[in-house]
């Protein structure tokens, strides 16, 4: 049996033993927004260190929690940070969770980022539903041996974000009073900053927004059959757009100012999936 649908499957019997997550929603939180794992009722927490094959993630704002619980209603199983390609794993290993969650019943799957923007309309703070991706990370988790147990050899993405569910997301921004856009994202690999030349080309070529995220997990999720919504903050302008310097700080303060208005529309969704 294939080695990597091994090791998701020894970290879903493990989590099987502390959780029942059938039919839950699904959500991987980025940068800005881990808080809204506090918000969910009657918890039930699990360290991603405490899981089998689970890698620790390293980045600020990521606390690496894994949470079970009650959101507006709504059964949802919260991922409090992500794993980053850029982080040194490999594509399986970023994608794992979402495999996890598959075989955890999980029935849909939302999924947050913080990403610059390259759309000259766009501003800091903007949330941007993401229609279509474009992967630049040189690299894919469905790369190798297929998992037959979870999906297709050759997985189609004409439709790998599920438009009912992005349509709900966005009439339910237009009615909390939400400036709301929609567009590509751009995955690259890391960990640096794009170039401001790189920025020109994933302008040139269609991309809206750029990030280092969650292209791995709706590859993973469109494998296994996963519904899912990606929804970006932009929580600074790309490289070259308006001549200052990026950073970190500036990402986390923009997602930190947005965070209340972004972490209601998340609520306000997954009480209507």
Known sequence: MNQTYLK???????????????????????????????EIQDP????????????????????????????????????????????????KTVAMPVRVMKLLGVKALILTNAAGGCNETFKPGTLMFIDDFINFMGD?????????????????????????????????????????????????????????????????IGADAVGMSTVPEILAGRHCGLRMIAISCITNMAAGMTGEELSHKEVQETADRVKDQFKGLIRAIVSRM
């Not at 009073?177 to 995955?187: K, L, T």
């Open 140 to 204: 894919n988790p469905l790369y190798g041996e297929n998992l037959e147990e979870l999906g297709p050899r050759f997985p189609d993405m004409t439709k790998a974000l599920d438009k009912e569910y992005t349509e709900l997301g966005i009439e339910t921004a237009k009615e909390l009073g939400i400036d709301i856009r929609r567009g590509v994202y751009m995955g690259f690999r890391g960990p640096n900053y794009e170039t401001p030349a790189e920025i020109r080309f994933a302008r040139t």
């Open 44 to 91: 039930v927490v699990v360290d991603y260190a405490d899981i089998p094959n689970f890698p620790k993630t390293t980045v600020p704002g990521h606390a690496g929690k894994l949470i079970l619980g009650t959101l507006s209603g709504a059964k949802v199983l919260c991922m409090q940070g992500r794993f980053h390609f850029y982080e040194g794993h490999d594509m």
């Open 8 to 38: 998701c499957k020894e970290a879903a019997d493990y989590l099987k033993t502390k959780m029942d997550a059938e039919n839950a929603i699904g959500l991987i939180l980025g940068s800005g927004l881990g808080e809204l794992g506090n």
